[in-house]
């Protein structure tokens, strides 16, 4: 089946640049949309933005200035660099597949905290 | 894009049915068909509930509908049992190119 799996380090340095991989299975990385999605607590959920197979981007605007996606099709992962992290990017971070306009799966997710 | 607008808990007892309302904008919800919610167990993968406002994928329980009307999108889950209890939200593709989220709903399954 498809699944996706979130990785990188689950710290980062105020200031710094929070770095996360998100690997696909069971289906080709090709000709689909991939999201990047956070859950900050208390929050709720944030679209980030979403990058296709032919690494085309759109980003939240809200963040923007600040995210950077893009895609690897020969290793089947794409990946997420958000910069000048502050407390408030500390969140569950989650990967999803994007298909018939909605968020058709997604990774388990994974928890950045942002503390020096 | 501010979040969409969803009642922080709705609760019912097993049986029941309940509606959860998602409230936007004319930019957000009112702009777009294509409304979708999703469940949130804590430490599973959120799972697509609904898509293109009343549309389920499959696997998903026709006790499970959705519907819109105007700038309220809405999610009705009948017969409602325990594993229903979860976290709801929203989602809908707004203006500018953006996707935003509803602030969450916390079913409770009395």
């Known amino acids: ?116 | 894009q501010s979040a969409l607008t969803q009642p922080a808990s709705v609760s019912g007892s097993p049986g029941q049915s309940i509606t959860i309302s998602c409230t936007g904008t004319s930019s957000n919800v009112g702009y777009s068909v294509l409304v979708s919610w999703y469940q949130l167990h804590p430490g599973k993968a959120p799972k697509l509930m609904i898509y293109e406002t009343n549309k389920r994928p499959s696997g998903v329980s026709n006790r499970f509908s959705g519907s819109k009307s105007g700038n309220t999108a809405s999610l009705t889950i009948s017969g409602l049992q325990a594993g229903d209890e979860a976290d709801y939200y929203c989602c809908t593709f707004a203006a500018g190119r953006t996707y935003v989220f509803g602030t969450g709903t916390k079913v409770a399954v009395l």
């Open chain 1, 1 to 116: 089946q498809v699944q996706l799996l979130e990785s990188g380090p689950g710290l980062v340095k105020p200031s710094g640049t929070l770095s996360l991989t998100c690997t696909v299975s069971g289906t080709s990385i090709n000709n689909n949309h991939w999201s990047w999605i956070r859950q900050t607590a208390g929050e709720g959920l944030e679209w980030l933005g979403r990058i296709d197979s032919g690494g085309t981007t759109d980003y939240n605007p809200s963040l923007k200035s600040r995210v950077i996606m893009s895609i690897d099709t020969s290793e089947s992962r794409f990946s997420l660099k958000l910069s000048s992290v502050t407390a408030a990017d500390t969140a569950v971070y989650y990967c999803a597949r994007f298909v018939t306009n909605a968020f058709d799966i997604w990774g388990q997710g994974t928890m950045v905290t942002v503390s020096s």
